[in-house]
Nanobody, 121 residues
Framework: VQLQASGGGLVQTGGSLRLSCAAS????????MGWFRQAPGKEREFVSC????????YYADSVKGRFTIARDNAKNTVYLQMNSLKPDDTADYYC???????????????WGQGTQVTVSS
């Protein structure tokens, strides 16, 4: 599976962005899809993930209520809608795919390149 993330940019505090991650290669629908982020000088951290049939979604406490993950298996794409953005959300955001994956980065097999999100105060 090849993953291509996009949609990052510069936004003011309180603004919104929608990240997209397009997948190609193997069957997309069989994978748990996740979003992680890594700020400068910090470790990569879990943001959100969604099961193959969209039946289950999970969020880090820091983004719960502000971010929404969704997927469109027909388009081989997963989205991360980010609202009420804060400066602490500034990071490179990565999408990932894995079969038996959950909130641990180590459980994901495939990774996209990062897309940078900068939230100005």
């Amino acid at each position: 599976v090849q993953l291509q993330a996009s949609g990052g940019g510069l936004v003011q505090t309180g603004g919104s962005l929608r990240l997209s991650c397009a997948a190609s290669g193997r069957t997309f629908s069989g994978y748990m899809m996740g979003w992680f982020r890594q700020a400068p000088g910090k470790e990569r951290e879990f943001v959100s993930c969604i099961s193959w049939n969209s039946g289950n979604t999970y969020y880090a406490d820091s983004v719960k209520g502000r971010f929404t993950i969704a997927r469109d298996n027909a388009k081989n794409t997963v989205y991360l809608q980010m609202n009420s953005l804060k400066p602490d959300d500034t990071a490179d955001y990565y999408c990932a795919a894995g079969v038996m994956a959950f909130t641990s980065a180590a459980s994901y097999t495939y990774w996209g390149q990062g897309t940078q999100v900068t939230v100005s105060s």
